[in-house]
């Protein structure tokens, strides 16, 4: 019979009932070290008091107002984001997914009211993760997401992940935009280097191409930067946000220059934005990120040194910030299932892949203890190798 639950996920046979900062409580007790942060989306841990007290005065004062009124919560965090970056303007959603189909839409309109409806075509690269919804998948493109799904939207090509040269190939007057994630996420923690996203950068602007960052995932402090295409000194036109700015509260957002915007005219939500101003308030802050920088350095310092302990387990560590990956010589899920095994939380990502994603605020003992749990769960790993 099928579970009650759509059975569309694997889920490993764990029930947590408790949260605290970067700990998680099982039903039986067992306390677990929480490097998934919900795959990346709690980015100050569980139960923060900035955000619990954010969300409950905003709860004991008004819910849901549609976007048929001004509402200040919205309009303050909107406020904070283009204070804190390249954007004039921002649209909220309540997810990754739908933050996509705004960026694709928000596009294709800007070309359609510049007189070119031609202009249509999204250029993608492989191994990308753009959400679950038609347009996400679309522009994805991947078998793994789309296969079933089709007739997928039209109008989406793909060329090898980090393939820069090729986008001046692929660019034709059809092309409306490039989408690409800084550093991929599902992909399997593979950033792009600084120098080829701007050489991306570069090529949109020559060609009358827009960009367009997906920081789902990358974005909101992750890479010790607000958003990670600071660390290339470029801006995009339009950026699709979500995950970590609601801190643990479904929130998503498009943001866009003046430009990318103007081909829309014409919701949310008043809990969302005061948890997102909140967040916002806590991370985007110079003393926050260059705390996440120097915690990034000690972990993957760490991780560098079990990388070296066990090379029959793990094969590099990469990323950047506190979005690192540990890709393996062992099966990735292996390790996920030892690390379970040793009360840690990691999360699996493509290309044989562990994702090391933890609360930005996690504390340098969290990470010892981490690395020390991550150490058995190596051993093991290993030992079951031999
Ligand atoms: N884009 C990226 C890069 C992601 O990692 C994700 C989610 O994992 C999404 C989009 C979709 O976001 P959401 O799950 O909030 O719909």
């Known amino acids: 019979m099928i579970p009650s639950v759509l059975p569309t996920y694997n889920r490993a046979p764990l029930s947590f009932v408790k949260g605290e900062g970067a700990w998680m409580i099982e039903a039986d007790g067992r306390r677990f070290l929480d490097l998934g942060a919900g795959i990346a989306v709690n980015v100050l841990g569980h139960a923060n008091p900035i955000l619990v007290e954010a969300l409950t005065t905003q709860a004991n004062k008004l819910w849901h107002v549609s976007n048929l009124y001004n509402i200040s919560e919205q309009q303050a965090l909107a406020d904070k984001l283009v204070d804190n970056s390249f954007a004039d303007t921002v649209f909220f959603t309540n997810s990754g997914t739908e933050a996509c189909e705004l960026a694709v839409k928000m596009a294709r309109k800007y070309w359609f009211e510049k007189g070119h409806p031609e202009k249509v075509e999204i250029i993608g690269f492989d191994g990308a993760f753009h959400g679950r919804s038609s347009a996400g998948i679309a522009a994805a493109g991947g078998e793994k997401l789309t296969k079933g799904f ?76 607000l958003f990670a295409h600071e660390w290339a000194g470029i801006a995009p036109d339009i950026m699709m946000v979500a995950k970590g700015i609601g801190g643990g509260f479904p929130l998503g957002a498009v943001l866009a220059n003046e430009e990318a915007a103007s081909g829309m005219t014409a919701g949310t939500h008043a809990l969302a934005c005061a948890v997102g101003g909140a967040v916002m308030d806590t991370v985007a802050t110079p003393d926050f990120l260059s705390d996440v920088n120097r915690k990034a350095g000690l972990f993957r310092q760490k991780l560098e040194g079990l990388v070296a302990s066990y090379p029959s387990v793990f094969e590099e560590v990469r990323g950047a910030g506190l979005m690192l990956g540990l890709k393996c010589t062992a099966l990735n899920m292996d390790v996920v299932n030892a690390a379970y095994d040793a009360e840690l939380v990691t999360v699996p990502a493509a290309d044989n892949v562990v994702r090391i994603l933890p609360p930005l605020n996690i504390t340098d003992d969290e990470i010892s203890e981490a690395v020390h749990r991550l150490d058995k769960a190596a051993a093991q790993v290993a030992a079951n190798k031999d």
Request: hydrophobic fraction near 40%; charge should be negative.
């Open 150 to 225: 089709g007739p997928l939207l039209p109008g989406f090509t793909h060329l090898t992940w980090g393939d820069v040269a090729g986008v001046n190939d692929a660019i034709s007057k059809k092309t409306a935009a490039v989408i690409i994630e800084p550093v991929q996420g599902e992909g399997g923690i593979r950033p792009i280097a600084d120098d080829d996203l701007r050489e991306l950068a570069h090529i949109c602007k020559e060609n009358n191409v827009l960009l367009i960052l997906d920081e789902v995932q990358c974005g909101v402090g992750r890479t010790g930067k």
